[in-house]
């Protein structure tokens, strides 16, 4: 069946290191990957997404790598800042259960020290 | 400001109670969702709608049920909830034109006591 699972529950790092965080997914058949951020008390937000048709993709301090091959998504956060604290989530889209049903990880929170 | 509004932020109802909740989205978006988030489980899809048109029911318990008046409003009426129940409940909307990107509401935090 379609799992997205995370590799480490707690990544704990320090300000200004880079973080990466994992994620491994097994249905092949997914086309379209995302990352959430959830802050404490809030609800997740978008940070960056990509298709199945691409392996990178750079955003403002992140960067996403897909690597279909082995089925695994990361999420790197360049210089990490205490407001980067968050649980980050990912999800996939599988190409077969339509735009609308995204399948979700239970999310790896991230600890940035000063 | 995500432009997803939901109230209450937080509510507790005892099993016999009838409650709703409710979510607002101002982003013009066509379709709305409510998921279900529990400690230590991946997010929940329990129902969309796409156009006011109920298009997901994810085998969710009657006890739950959503009402979507228009594309911009989506209720869930809570109803003899069990303690089980207790999470956090998360609205989110979507232009459904785009891929996947779901735009979240602050979630509402229900206790079932």
């Known amino acids: 069946g379609e799992s997205v699972g995370l590799h480490l529950p707690t990544l704990s790092v320090q300000e200004g290191d880079n973080s990466i965080i994992n994620c491994a997914y097994s249905?092949?058949?997914?086309?379209?990957f995302i990352w959430y951020k959830q802050e404490s008390g809030k609800g997740p937000q978008f940070i960056i997404d990509i298709r199945s048709n691409m392996d990178k993709r750079q955003g403002q301090r992140v960067t996403v790598l897909l690597n279909k091959t082995v089925k695994h998504l990361s999420l790197q956060i360049a210089a990490t800042q205490p407001g980067d604290s968050a649980v980050y989530f990912c999800a996939e889209r599988g190409r077969n259960t339509g735009f609308q049903k995204l399948v979700f990880g239970t999310g790896t929170r991230l600890l940035v020290s000063p | 400001e995500t432009g997803v509004t939901q109230t209450p932020r937080h509510l507790v109802m005892g099993m016999t109670n009838k409650k709703s909740l409710k979510c607002e989205q101002h982003?013009?978006?066509?379709?709305m969702y409510w998921y279900k988030q529990s400690a230590k489980k991946p997010l929940e899809l329990m129902f969309v709608?796409?156009?006011?048109?109920?298009?997901e029911n994810n085998s969710v318990p009657s006890r739950f049920s959503p009402e979507c008046p228009n594309s911009s409003h989506l209720f869930l009426h809570l109803h003899t909830l069990q303690p089980e129940d207790s999470a956090l409940y998360l609205c989110?909307?979507?232009?459904?034109?785009?891929?996947?990107?779901?735009?979240f509401g602050e979630g509402s935090r229900l206790t079932v006591l």
């Open positions: 709608y796409n156009f006011k048109e109920q298009t």
């Open positions: 249905n092949s058949a997914s086309d379209y």
């Open positions: 989110a909307s979507r232009d459904n034109r785009n891929t996947g990107e779901l735009f």
């Open positions: 982003l013009g978006h066509n379709a």
